[in-house]
């Protein structure tokens, strides 16, 4: 199956212009999607998805064969509703209003992309730890944030978010951009095997995937 056809036929499921076009260009020049999805090749465990927005993660990974059982949750009921409606004709996917800090189910593989500076550094632990602990054996645990390095893509990425925030395409309390010691200290030390990729594509932004296996 054709991943730009893939793309396609997603974005033009979503409702508004803005969302369509928000949509394909996430999907066809973002490398996240194709990254997780690579990654969760071969895993036969179910998806949780934190932070899914309006669940571009879920029906991308559906249209490319990814069959098991995908939840996703999002504290913007908005995006949730828009989510829900679509996913009516992709089975098995279920989308719930939820905060990122709630607990987790066990056994899940779980994603949690750009989510993580939107909260303390407290808590921004309590949820690596949480994401560690739901992941079982043959599981998998995927984080993207852009990390506090003090370099000039974190700059810019900061900026944008800013921006982002400022026209209330996202609803958030505070920036606060983890450091990679944080992310990746609960996984080293319950024995996951890790791997650090940059992820920032053709954009000025500091962003890196984190791909946590356990065997």
């Given at each position: 199956?054709n ?9 033009a ?8 076009g ?5 999907l ?5 999607y ?5 990654a ?20 991308y ?5 990814f069959?098991?059982p ?5 504290h913007?009921a ?8 679509i996913a ?12 990122a800090?709630d607990?987790?189910?066990?056994g899940?593989?779980v994603t949690?992309?750009?989510v993580l ?6 808590e ?10 739901a992941?079982p ?15 000039l893509r974190?700059?810019a ?7 982002s ?10 920036l606060n ?8 200290k ?7 095997r ?15 995937l984190f ?5």
């Amino acid at each position: 199956m054709n991943r730009d056809s893939a793309a396609e036929r997603v974005a033009a499921q979503l409702p508004t212009r803005f969302l369509r076009g928000y949509a394909r260009g996430k999907l066809r020049s973002d490398p996240l999607y194709r990254s997780v999805m690579d990654a969760l090749r071969g895993r036969a465990q179910p998806l949780y998805d934190i932070g899914c927005g309006v669940g571009l993660l879920e029906f991308y990974l559906r249209e490319n064969g990814f069959s098991q059982p995908m939840t996703g949750i999002d504290h913007d009921a908005r995006k949730i509703a828009t989510a829900r409606s679509i996913a009516e004709k992709y089975p098995g996917i279920e989308f719930r209003a939820g905060d990122a800090r709630d607990a987790i189910p066990s056994g899940c593989n779980v994603t949690a992309l750009d989510v993580l500076h939107y909260f303390t550094e407290g808590e921004q632990d309590a949820m690596v730890r949480a994401i560690a602990d739901a992941v079982p054996s043959g599981g998998v645990a995927i984080l993207r944030d852009a990390v506090r390095d003090g370099s000039l893509r974190y700059r810019a990425t900061a900026i944008q978010e800013r921006f982002s925030r400022a026209i209330r395409w996202l609803k958030a309390e505070r920036l606060n951009f983890p450091t990679r010691e944080l992310i990746e200290k609960p996984f080293l030390t319950r024995g996951f095997r890790s791997e650090i990729i940059p992820a920032w594509g053709g954009t000025p932004f500091n962003n890196y995937l984190f791909v946590f296996s356990r065997d």
